[in-house]
């Protein structure tokens, strides 16, 4: 097997507690305690970068695409956002980690599919 390395930077975001105080609102029957939705978190490829200020820039640009995907992962149609998305608003419900590096480990080709929206 051989292991590729990915022209890609990555941005885990994981939610913060306004968020699985909104995701138990929304989805009172599923599991969403802080703790359990921390526990994965979703990886989103951005241009490769090699400083800082590149996961600064690209959050700056795709915070908002981020945060609508989060939602919709609970409220696919919207109707239980909040009412005004902002970039202050999404750092308080949403932790970053910067991942320098990508590496693909699979044997499989990538598949993209792209999602509406």
């Given at each position: 097997m051989t292991i590729k390395l990915l022209n890609r930077s990555a941005i885990v975001i994981r939610p913060k507690q306004p968020m699985a105080d909104w995701a138990a609102r929304?989805?009172?029957d599923e599991e969403t305690d802080l703790a359990t939705l921390r526990?994965?978190?979703t990886v989103y490829l951005i241009d490769e970068v090699e400083e800082e200020s590149g996961f600064v820039q690209a959050l700056s640009r795709d915070w908002r695409q981020i945060f609508e995907n989060e939602l919709a992962a609970w409220d696919e149609y919207g109707d239980e956002w909040p009412e005004k998305l902002d970039q202050m608003m999404f750092e308080r419900w949403f932790e970053a980690d910067?991942?320098?590096l990508a590496f693909d480990l699979s044997a499989e080709p990538l598949l993209r599919a792209e999602l509406e929206g």
């Amino acid at each position: 097997m051989t292991i590729k390395l990915l022209n890609r930077s990555a941005i885990v975001i994981r939610p913060k507690q306004p968020m699985a105080d909104w995701a138990a609102r929304v989805a009172p029957d599923e599991e969403t305690d802080l703790a359990t939705l921390r526990m994965e978190g979703t990886v989103y490829l951005i241009d490769e970068v090699e400083e800082e200020s590149g996961f600064v820039q690209a959050l700056s640009r795709d915070w908002r695409q981020i945060f609508e995907n989060e939602l919709a992962a609970w409220d696919e149609y919207g109707d239980e956002w909040p009412e005004k998305l902002d970039q202050m608003m999404f750092e308080r419900w949403f932790e970053a980690d910067p991942q320098v590096l990508a590496f693909d480990l699979s044997a499989e080709p990538l598949l993209r599919a792209e999602l509406e929206g």
